[in-house]
Each structure stands twice: as structure tokens, then as C-alpha cells.
């Protein structure tokens, strides 16, 4: 049985509904480090321990968390762990998948190729160890040089830094877009990173997302691949910007001068 932990109004997850959900049924629980829709941090070191303690193995979606803050998979506790590259400045199509070694080495690999295997026979094959096993065939190389690169690039800067850069992008978008009338942020105000997801009132996202291309604003819009989450939201979708390290003050206020041609494209009176 599939079950969802219940959200807060402000679209944060608390320990207390963990508890409520998680139970020594559960096999499996998975977790966003940090909504790609929200931008909330969610706990995922309490949420390990309740896992844990039930007898549950914790999976982590890492994209959203891995290029906007330091993070310390041991501390967290997480049995699974995953990233993407492309999030944070490196190429596409590669990624990363942390795992416990004891996990990993007890796990049967799901694809096959050359430098997997340690004895290949017509009806039984047997593998090698980590993580040879999970690397079968040739892997993308050029792909990989690219991520280490993106990634030495980030820690030169320092993920505290970019933390705290990001957060405070975000926190300054919130307070201008809260002078505008008419428009709706989601999510908490407080414990976010670099992401602010809203929607101008009676103007569709796509259309929004439209204007603001035409001024040189890049947002993304749609369903952020969040379809129940856009449900919960009572939305069709949603207008989202995110900021990172190579954003400014000013990228932001260039935002809100795009939303205001927005709303006046639109009919509405700019409050």
C-alpha cells in the first residue's frame, strides 16, 4: 500500500505527521531534501530516524538540495541518495546515487554490460564488487569529467556561501512580490532556499511565463512534474523562479518590474 505523509498549510512536512504516518508496515519512505515547487527544507535527518526505527530504508531525491547547500550524507543518515547534474552546473544526462555499502553490496544490479562481470557462464553469471557491479557497459565519460568539474567549480565558491546567497535572493524576491497585488507565492516564507513559486490571480502561468520571456526573464511554468501537489495547491499550475549563484538584487528587481508589465498587459490596475 502507497501511503503520502500529509502536508502542513504552508506546505512544509512536520516530524509529528512523519510519525502519524510511518509505521513498522512501512518498507520504503521517500523525500524530497527540498521541494522543487515549494522550496521548503524538509527534515530528513528526524525523518531518518523515524524510518529507521521502524525498520524502513529512507530514498532522498537530491536534486533540488545538492547544488544549494553543503551536504553530509552520513549525518543525514539516508540509506539512498540522489543528485542531478544538470542543477548544478554540470552537463545533462548524469547524475549521482549515493547508497549505504551494505545495501548496495546486498542489491542485484538491473543493467548489464562489459566490466560488471567477474564469471560469465551460459546460464549463471556472478559480479563484481563495488561499484563495478552497477557500472556496466561503457559510462558516459565525458559526462562524469564534466560533473567533477561543475563540482570542484561549486566547492571553490563554498556551499555555504551559495546557501546563504541563494537564500537570500529568494527571501528579497518574496518581500518585493508581496507588494504586488493580485499575486500568490506558495509555500513557507521561512526554511526555503532559492526558489519562489507563485501565480498572478485569473492569468494562466503559461501566460505569465510568455510576457516575462519577452522581457528577458526566464521562469519556468507548469505542473513542475507535481501534478498532486498541484491539487493540494487548488492550482493549475504554477510560475516558478529560481535564483543561484550567479543571480543578483538586480535580476530580481528586474523581475518584479516584468510581473508589474505583466498584470497591466492583463488588464489589471498596478496597485
Known amino acids: 500500500m502507497l501511503k503520502y505523509i500529509p502536508l502542513q498549510q504552508d506546505g512544509s512536512v512536520s516530524v509529528e505527521?512523519?510519525?502519524?504516518?510511518?509505521?513498522?508496515?512501512t518498507k520504503i519512505v521517500s523525500?524530497?531534501?527540498?521541494?522543487?515547487?515549494?522550496?521548503?527544507?524538509?527534515p530528513v535527518k528526524e525523518i531518518a530516524e523515524i524510518a529507521h526505527r521502524h525498520g524502513a530504508k529512507l530514498v532522498v531525491d537530491g536534486a533540488q538540495s545538492t547544488p544549494h547547500m553543503k551536504v553530509d550524507v552520513q549525518a543525514l543518515d539516508c540509506d539512498f541518495y540522489a543528485l542531478s547534474g544538470h542543477k548544478m552546473c554540470g552537463p545533462t544526462g548524469i547524475g549521482a546515487l549515493y547508497g549505504k555499502k551494505e545495501l548496495l553490496q546486498e542489491m542485484e544490479p538491473i543493467e548489464f554490460g562489459g566490466e560488471m562481470i567477474d564469471h560469465v557462464g551460459l546460464y549463471d553469471s556472478t559480479w563484481k564488487d563495488l561499484p563495478w557491479k552497477f557500472e556496466g557497459g561503457t559510462p558516459i565519460?565525458?559526462?562524469a569529467v564534466g560533473l567533477g568539474a561543475a563540482i570542484d567549480f561549486l566547492e571553490s565558491i563554498g556551499m555555504d556561501n551559495i546557501d546563504k546567497h541563494d537564500r537570500k535572493?529568494?527571501?528579497?524576491?518574496?518581500?518585493?512580490?508581496?507588494?504586488?497585488d493580485g499575486l500568490s507565492i506558495y509555500g513557507p516564507l521561512?526554511?526555503?532556499?532559492?526558489?519562489?513559486?507563485?501565480?498572478?490571480?485569473?492569468v494562466h502561468?503559461?501566460?505569465v511565463a510568455t510576457v516575462l520571456d519577452a522581457e528577458g526573464v526566464a521562469v519556468r511554468a507548469g505542473h513542475h512534474c507535481c501534478q498532486p501537489l498541484m491539487r493540494w495547491l487548488n492550482v493549475t499550475a504554477t510560475a516558478r523562479a529560481s535564483f543561484y549563484l550567479y543571480n543578483t538584487e538586480e535580476d530580481v528587481d528586474r523581475l518584479i518590474a516584468s510581473l508589474l508589465k505583466a498584470k497591466e498587459y492583463f488588464g489589471y490596475a498596478i496597485g
Open 17 to 25: 505527521n512523519v510519525e502519524k504516518t510511518i509505521t513498522d508496515r
Open 31 to 42: 523525500i524530497a531534501y527540498v521541494s522543487n515547487v515549494l522550496g521548503v527544507v524538509n
Open 141 to 143: 565519460i565525458a559526462g
Open 169 to 180: 535572493l529568494a527571501a528579497y524576491a518574496i518581500e518585493r512580490m508581496q507588494e504586488i
Open 190 to 202: 521561512e526554511n526555503r532556499t532559492g526558489i519562489v513559486t507563485f501565480n498572478l490571480d485569473d
Open 205 to 207: 502561468p503559461h501566460d
